[in-house]
Nanobody
Framework: QVQLVESGGGLVQPGGSLRLSCGAS???????????ISWYRQAPGRQRLLVAY???????GYSDAVEGRFTISKDLAKKTVFLQMNDLKPEDTAVYFC??????????WGQGTQVTVSS
């Protein structure tokens, strides 16, 4: 089991940008080479929802809410998955989580990283 750790969240004004990172203590390169990694987010009182994903072959997908504004990528050398978030809006405020399909299936999540978009 690989433990994923999210970082890079913070407070930003509407229209600003943040770059989130998802790394692991070990075996991240193997994980990125064999499994789909996804970003989810959860706002207070709301369900945890899929934001973006990247497959083992590098195919990406996005929710309608973030399409055109967010970009997911991975760097095997750095053993990291990134979520570049541009033109942030107040409705993007949430705790952001990264996970693989196995973690999602067993409902196993990390601490996440808080993103707050406010003026």
């Amino acid at each position: 089991q690989v433990q994923l750790v999210e970082s890079g969240g913070g407070l930003v004004q509407p229209g600003g940008s943040l770059r989130l990172s998802c790394g692991a203590s070990e075996s991240m390169s193997t994980l990125l080479s064999h499994f789909t990694i996804s970003w989810y987010r959860q706002a207070p009182g709301r369900q945890r929802l899929l934001v973006a994903y990247i497959t083992r072959s590098g195919i990406t997908g996005y929710s309608d809410a973030v399409e055109g504004r967010f970009t997911i990528s991975k760097d095997l050398a750095k053993k990291t998955v990134f979520l570049q978030m541009n033109d942030l809006k107040p409705e993007d405020t949430a705790v952001y989580f990264c996970n693989d399909d196995q973690g999602i299936k067993r409902d196993s999540w990390g601490q996440g990283t808080q993103v707050t978009v406010s003026s």
